[in-house]
C-alpha cells in the first residue's frame, strides 16, 4: 500500500496516511468501469484517495471452459456459483487486514453506518455473485455479506457500485466535510429540505429565516426540519436513535402539533415553520 507523504495530504486528509484499496471480482467487469471512472468517483481515484482494481472471475474459472457455475444438489431451477474460483479469487487478492465482502439479498441491510465503517479500512474486496445463488459454502470465505435492499437484481455488480460509491465519498479529503456531516443518515435523521434561487419558483417561496442572515435561527430550522421529515417518512429511524436536549423538545413540539393538526400526511413536503413567513409563497 502507498503511503502518502504528510506534505501533500490534503488538510482534511492527513490523519489517514494510507490509501485505500478495493478489489472487485465479477464476471462483467465492465459493468463497474464507467461509473467507476465518471463524476465524483473518477475524482477520486484521480485524486489517488482509493485505488480500484476489477478482477473477471473468470479467469479463476475451472477447466477449459473457466466454468464458474454449476447445477445445485438436490435438482431445482438455475445453477450455482461454485466456492473455488471464488476461494481461488480471494487467495490471489486477499492480504493482511483485508475485509472480505460478498454482496447478497440476505445479506446484512447495507446503512450509512456500515459504509462509515467501511471507509476506515485499508482494503475492501467485493465479490459480485451471479446466477441463482452462492453455494453456502461460500459465506465462510467472507468477512461480510451486504445487502442492498430487499429487492433482488440480477448479479452483485450494481449492488458493489452502491456500496463502493457510499464508501469512497466519505474518505478523507473525497468531497467536502460539511456534505457528509449533514446529509441524510449521518446523524441518524434525513437531512433538512434545502432551496436554491429562484427566491420564487411557481409561486412557492422559500423559508424566511434561510435568508434572514441569522445562523443559529438557521441551524434550529434545519434540526426542526429534518426531525419533522424523519417523523413523517422514516419513523424507524428515530427509534433506533438518542437525542438531545433541545432535540427532545422540538419532537416533542412536532408530534404535539402533528396530533392537533391532523391534516398534514406523510411524504408531503412541507417544512417547520409559519407558511406566512416564505417570501412570495
Ligand atoms: N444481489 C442480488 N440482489 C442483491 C441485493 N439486493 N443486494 C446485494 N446483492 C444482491
Redo the contacts with the bound molecule.
Keep these: 500500500m502507498r503511503r502518502r507523504s504528510a506534505g501533500t495530504v490534503p488538510r482534511q486528509a492527513r490523519t489517514r496516511l494510507i490509501d485505500m484499496r478495493i478489489d472487485i471480482v465479477s464476471l462483467f467487469p465492465g459493468m463497474l468501469e464507467t461509473p467507476l471512472s465518471e463524476s465524483i468517483p473518477g475524482r477520486i481515484r484521480e485524486q489517488g484517495l482509493v485505488e480500484i482494481h476489477l478482477h473477471d472471475l473468470r479467469q479463476w474459472g475451472l477447466g477449459r471452459h473457466r466454468s464458474v457455475d454449476d447445477a445445485p444438489y438436490g435438482g431445482g431451477a438455475g445453477m450455482v456459483m461454485r466456492p473455488e474460483p471464488v476461494a481461488a479469487a480471494l487467495d490471489a487478492l486477499w492480504r493482511p487486514g483485508a475485509t472480505r465482502i460478498l ?3 440476505t ?1 446484512e441491510p ?1 446503512r450509512q453506518a456500515r459504509a462509515a465503517d467501511l471507509a476506515r479500512r485499508d482494503h475492501l474486496i467485493l465479490v ?2 451471479r446466477y441463482e445463488g452462492v453455494d453456502e459454502r461460500i459465506r465462510d470465505l467472507v468477512d461480510l455479506e ?11 455488480e ?3 457500485l452502491v456500496v463502493v460509491d457510499a464508501v469512497i465519498r466519505l474518505l478523507p479529503g473525497a468531497i467536502d466535510g460539511a456534505s457528509t456531516t449533514e446529509e441524510s443518515f449521518a446523524e441518524g435523521l434525513l437531512e433538512y429540505p434545502q432551496f436554491t434561487r429562484p427566491a420564487v419558483f411557481r409561486g412557492e417561496g422559500v423559508p424566511e429565516v434561510l435568508v434572514s442572515g441569522n445562523h443559529a435561527a438557521v441551524r434550529r430550522w434545519r434540526l426542526a426540519a429534518s426531525l419533522r421529515r424523519t417523523l413523517e417518512r422514516r419513523p424507524d429511524l428515530l427509534e433506533e436513535r438518542t437525542f438531545s436536549p433541545e432535540e427532545r423538545r422540538l419532537l416533542d413540539e412536532l408530534k404535539a402539533s402533528s396530533n392537533d393538526t391532523s391534516e398534514t400526511s406523510p411524504g408531503t413536503t412541507e417544512t417547520p415553520g409559519n407558511p406566512s413567513e416564505t417570501p412570495g409563497g
Design positions: 454482496l447478497d439479498p445479506g447495507f459480485c455473485p451486504l445487502s442492498i435492499g430487499d429487492y433482488v437484481l440480477t448479479g452483485g450494481l449492488a458493489a
